[in-house]
């Protein structure tokens, strides 16, 4: 059982955008940044998105981030089928003398 | 450009200790604001964080591991461990090694950025 709620699966069709959910509590995700990861099967995960909205260079703008209170959502425009993979969300958690959690992950599926 | 790379055996016998360790290149395991940290993921399951040391020796655990997990750093050879004891077949995962990067005025922050490829360890009894 993950810290931060994700759905398990999403899918879309080329072109289309999608949107991915994260939710956590005041702990986490409400008082602190969200960071994303893309983890293609087979290789090490990939940092889409830190500070909740700012994507690393390198990253295309088709990928988005946003926050609002205790959840955070991604947002891929124009969907590619290279964007077929796994999607982590991830934040700082102040319980427990604080510790990094992660949400369940949600498979892309790009039909 | 700063590369990690994981190393240590691939299969540890059941209730023995797992240590892995990383090598950083292209980089200082010294450099001020970066914590250096563990990450796994069991087969078909989600990431896990495991703990994460910073340069002057301060650590941070999963709570669920911190009774086991122990992270340290060897500056001389640019490269940091991990210590599991007490394994099980539950600790059987794809580990990564990764830089975590401080923000300021942050405890700190899981920006992960980058990985090592992994190194698989399977738990054997």
């Known amino acids: 059982q993950s810290v931060l709620t994700q759905p398990p699966s999403a899918s879309g069709t080329p072109g289309q955008r999608v949107t991915i959910s994260c939710s956590g509590n005041?702990?986490?995700?409400?008082?602190?940044?969200v960071y994303w990861y893309q983890e293609v099967p087979g290789t090490a995960p990939k940092l889409l998105i830190f500070g909740s909205t700012q994507r690393p260079s390198g990253v295309p703008d088709r990928f988005s981030g946003s926050k609002s209170g205790t959840s955070a959502s991604l947002a891929i425009r124009g969907l590619r089928s290279d964007d077929e993979a796994d999607y982590y969300c991830?934040?700082?958690?102040?319980?427990?003398?604080?510790?990094?959690?992660f949400g369940g992950g949600t498979r892309l599926t790009v039909l | 450009q700063l590369h990690l790379q994981e190393s240590g055996p691939g299969l540890v016998q059941a209730s023995e200790t797992l240590s892995l360790t990383c090598v950083v290149s292209g980089g200082s395991v010294r450099a001020a604001g970066y914590y250096w940290a563990w990450i796994r993921q069991s087969p078909g399951k989600g990431l896990e964080w495991i703990g994460a040391v910073y340069y002057e020796g301060a650590t941070y655990y999963n709570p669920s591991l911190r009774s086991r997990a122990t992270i340290f750093l060897d500056k001389s050879k640019h490269q940091f461990s991990l210590n599991l004891t007490s394994v099980t077949a539950a600790d059987t995962a794809m580990y990564f090694c990764?830089?975590?990067?401080?923000?300021?005025?942050?405890?700190?922050?899981?920006?992960?950025?980058?990985w090592g490829p992994g190194s698989l360890v399977i738990v054997s009894s």
């Open positions: 005041s702990s986490n995700i409400g008082r602190n940044s």
């Open positions: 991830a934040s700082w958690d102040y319980t427990v003398s604080g510790h990094v959690v």
């Open positions: 990764v830089r975590d990067v401080l923000v300021p005025g942050a405890l700190q922050t899981p920006w992960f950025d980058p």
